[in-house]
């Protein structure tokens, strides 16, 4: 026995010289590490490496940026390599982190549909990845939401009367111009970025990006909807057999949580709401169920970044002060969760969005405000900067949009919201000398008089939260939602192109115009045809569809190329020098917005649906319908 005392033998201490203690405790620290080090080579569902490796322990590095992250595409710093721009070792931050994968070969493969092995690869690995998430005692893929009953609880059908055609023949003719675009736009992704995340109209390629971790097929998954309800059969039909054969959720890199959300998740809820087709709700909650590590932190606020591997790590973006998370991107998350509970009968997803909720609503804010920047760590505000623009506009969106979906049920959502847009109009809402009503941001009490093109999506949320209201208050809101929509407008009456700026002053004389260079350029953003098309719905004032019609003709005019349109840098430039990318969110939001607004009201109705903030519609819960027996006789038997 290795402690036996050795006859002969000086001993001290146990009974083992210096030479010998030393040689067993080497022994035993080599044993310790052994042990610790096959930790990681046992699966995740063993319990023992839940004890001891906590999959969000890492506090690393960063990415992009929140609701701003198209901007930060749109405004590339080529010097950096693309998979670690922007990125700063956090505490923690290992070497050995897996690339993202991104090489051209595997793009092409994944693009023209993978092959047979590897799709049966990927399955038993997504299999692998359910038996995990079921481990939290619930089985994601319980077969409990019945799409016939749903249906029965819509007041209206989905696509309306006649596919929401409209009895004015003009309007028809503005509806078939714009159905027009989106085939033109969808034929040329589809001819020269089939499977890649956006189309670069000018080089005729691809682009993949970084904000997704991987995931491929951006502008696919955000145009499902919007062909669908235009009636583009076909090439609805190549969408969806490219969602169902070649859509990879097994990816491995770094995605933004904010954007595979509302872009993915978002998109695949709605095409299975509108085509009750299985496999669209099965991706939304694998995909969800990917993004869950994210919340991993202290407090419960999810971080920014979240590796879509096994590894589940997550990351606060290296931009954001002291490893923050951004209000827009932990804020914009409940509508499409709390659809995931429904569809999968998997409560995690709610309760996740729920504990934001509570945090928030507890939390202190000054003179009534959220700030941009919280940590997951400590739960306290980082910096006291705020915005209906980037950074935080979606946060208020989905609050009212949270109370309309619930059927109206979500107080607390009501609540909080109400209570915000009282502060915004005490603190950031302002007046030009001109008479032009805008939302100023707002840091630590010094106002910026600058609007954000993302901030014109405002006149629109506040349209819809009119209604429930204050009764005193409520025409005061409409008035409100009309104003910001009129400036918004201005921003774009006032450029030489008729298309606005990304963000517009009102200092040193300035009225709704960029000042600055760097704030001239266009993505082909559709926040401002948004709030038309809520307004038009709200007040069926005609002037919003002529408005809507200018943009038509603008976006032909300026961003239409030969093969696809493209955004453009400077909105007060004749001589238009395109940025060489159609924007998933233009055919999933621009072009479905403009739509929407040369139909009738019963296509997509509001009275049973809201948009996520990337226009893709979900609908109202009706609980009580949805419970009611009644009911599924009813549409069982129709
Ligand atoms: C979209 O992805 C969403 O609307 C998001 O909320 C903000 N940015 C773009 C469109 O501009």
Redesign the pocket.
């Known amino acids: 026995m290795v402690f036996r005392k050795l006859p002969g033998v000086s001993a001290s201490g146990m009974g083992l010289r210096l030479s010998q203690k030393f040689v067993f405790l080497l022994f035993l620290s080599g044993l310790v590490t052994l042990c610790f080090g096959a930790l990681f080579f046992l699966p995740d569902s063993v319990r023992l490496k839940r004890i001891f490796l906590s999959k969000t322990e890492v506090q690393p590095v960063t990415v992009g940026s929140g ?2 992250n ?1 901007v930060r595409e749109h405004l590339k710093r080529p010097k950096e390599p693309e998979h670690t721009r922007g990125m700063t070792p956090g505490k923690g931050e290992t070497k050995s982190r897996k690339p993202s994968v991104s090489n051209e070969a595997t793009e092409e493969r994944m693009a023209g549909g993978k092959a047979q092995e590897d799709l049966t690869l990927s399955r038993s690995k997504a299999d692998s990845l359910m038996e995990r998430v079921s481990d939290a005692d619930h089985d994601a893929n319980s077969d409990t939401f019945n799409f016939k009953k749903f249906q029965g609880c819509l007041l209206k059908p989905a696509l309306g009367r006649d596919s929401g055609s409209t009895a004015d023949p003009k309007t028809n003719d503005r509806r078939e111009k714009v159905k027009e675009m989106m085939k033109f736009a969808w034929d040329n992704y589809k001819r020269y970025a089939w499977g890649k995340n956006e189309l670069r109209p000018l080089t005729k390629n691809g682009h993949l990006g970084n904000m997704f971790g991987g995931l491929r097929g951006a502008s696919i998954v955000d145009s499902l909807d919007t062909l669908y309800i235009m009636g583009l059969m076909d090439e609805y039909n190549d969408a969806k057999e490219w969602v169902q054969t070649s859509l990879d959720l097994n990816s491995n890199g770094e995605a933004s949580l904010f ?1 595979v959300n ?2 993915y998740v978002g998109g695949l809820l709605s095409a299975y709401y509108l085509t009750g087709e299985e496999f669209f709700r099965n991706k939304a909650v694998e995909l969800g169920e990917k993004l869950l590590p994210a919340f991993n932190t202290p407090t419960g606020i999810p971080r920014g970044v979240i590796n879509l591997g096994s590894s589940g790590t997550s990351w606060s973006w290296g931009w954001a002060s002291a490893g923050s998370s951004i209000l ?1 991107e932990f804020g ?1 998350l409940h509508l499409e969760f709390v659809h995931l509970t429904e569809l999968s009968n998997n409560p995690v997803f709610k309760e996740k969005v729920m504990s934001i909720r509570k945090l928030l609503n507890k939390i202190e804010k000054p003179h009534g405000l959220y700030p941009n920047f919280l940590s997951p760590v400590s739960g306290n505000w980082v910096q006291h900067h705020v915005s209906i623009g ?1 950074l935080g ?2 946060f208020y ?1 989905y609050l009212i949009k949270s109370y309309l979906m619930s059927d109206k049920t979500d107080e607390e959502a009501k609540k909080m919201y109400y209570s915000a847009l009282e502060a915004i109009e005490a603190n950031l809402v302002q007046k030009s000398p001109g008479g032009l009503t805008y939302m100023a941001e707002w840091r630590g009490g010094i106002l910026d008089h600058k609007m954000g ?2 901030a014109c ?1 405002s006149g629109g949320m506040i349209g819809i939260g009119a209604d429930d209201g204050a009764p005193e208050k409520r025409q005061h809101y409409l008035d409100l939602a009309a104003e910001i929509t009129h400036t918004c407008h201005e921003s774009y009456t006032r450029s030489t192109t008729r298309l606005g700026p990304e963000a517009f002053r009102f200092d040193s004389g300035a009225e709704a115009t960029a000042t600055r260079l760097s704030d001239r350029y266009y ?1 082909l ?3 401002v045809i ?1 709030s038309y098309m809520y307004l038009w719905r709200l007040t069926h004032d005609p002037k919003y569809r002529d408005w809507g019609w200018e943009a038509v003709e603008a976006l032909e005019q300026h961003c239409r190329v030969e093969s696809g349109f493209s955004g453009i840098r400077d909105v007060y430039a004749l001589t238009a020098s395109h940025d060489n990318m159609q ?1 998933s ?1 233009f055919l ?2 621009t072009l479905k917005y403009l739509y929407l607004l040369f139909s009738d009201d019963d296509l997509l109705s509001l009275e049973d649906w809201v948009f996520n ?3 893709h519609p979900l609908p109202i819960i009706r609980k009580s319908c949805l419970q009611d027996e009644v009911t599924e006789e009813k549409t069982v038997s129709e």
Do not use: M, N
Request: proline residues 4%; charged residues 40%; without cysteine.
């Open positions: 609701s701003e198209d954007e509302i872009r827009a914009t980037g506009d979606s969106e093109h993302l999506f993505i953003r559709p926040e948004e924007q969110f999933s939001e903030t990337e226009a």
